[in-house]
């Protein structure tokens, strides 16, 4: 009897470990799959957007460049370069330290939205830089419209741009699972350098 209840226990006790074992592997195998499918989704989304600001020629708040926002209203050739039925805003919902990164066919994030991509760590991702603009530094961008953060009118002839920075974690905690993923999309409708004295057209 004896005999029979300690190789019970050392039975148990390798069970015990072996049962670990796996659960930690399959614990990890999911999360690897939920990491892979989130930074898919983020570089699904990247393209989607960067197809889509590609036909566009300007922003809705031209005025505000250099600043990072949550969202872009984007206006197309095809309505003239204004507001009109083909106007789309990309914008991020969310607090704390998930967002998710939606579409909608209006000049507003209001109305029947689309979800791109979710998990991502901010929601100030946008960031317009003007025609015939150029950042002073390397640390300049998103700091504002200020002439010691961007130079604009400076002779470069570049199209209007969109800086947007993606970054996807699963475990905000965890800083190092993040996965970056950034770009300066640029509006190839637009114009590469505005009228006189103004910088952001």
């Not at 505000?64 to 949550?70: G, K, Q």
């Not at 789309?88 to 998930?98: E, F, H, K, N, P």
């Not at 640390?139 to 604009?152: M, N, R, W, Y």
Request: net charge neutral; glycine share 8%; proline share 3%.
């Amino acid at each position: 009897m004896v005999e029979m209840i300690i190789v019970m226990v050392i039975l148990s006790v390798v069970l015990g470990a072996i049962v670990s074992l796996f659960t930690a592997g399959i614990n990890a195998d999911a999360d690897q799959s939920r990491r892979f499918q989130a930074q898919q989704d983020v570089r699904l989304a990247l393209d989607k957007l960067r197809r889509e600001l590609h036909s566009g020629c300007t922003v809705s708040n031209p005025a505000t460049y250099n600043t990072r926002e949550s969202s872009v209203t984007v206006y197309f050739a095809s309505d003239g370069c204004t507001s009109g039925a083909n106007t789309v805003t990309w914008c991020t919902t969310g607090s704390a330290s998930r967002y998710a990164l939606n579409r909608v066919v209006a000049t507003s994030c209001t109305g029947t939205m689309q979800k791109f991509a979710d998990h991502l760590t901010g929601g100030n991702i946008f960031a317009y830089l003007p025609p015939n603009s150029h950042l002073a530094t390397a640390t300049s961008l998103g700091q504002g419209t200020g002439a010691a953060f961007i130079v604009t009118a400076d002779g470069s002839a570049t199209l209007p741009r969109i800086h947007v920075d993606l970054t996807s974690n699963l475990k905000p905690a965890n800083v190092h699972d993040g996965s970056p993923l950034a770009d300066d999309i640029v509006l190839r409708n637009g114009v590469r350098a505005c009228s006189a004295g103004i910088a952001s057209c």
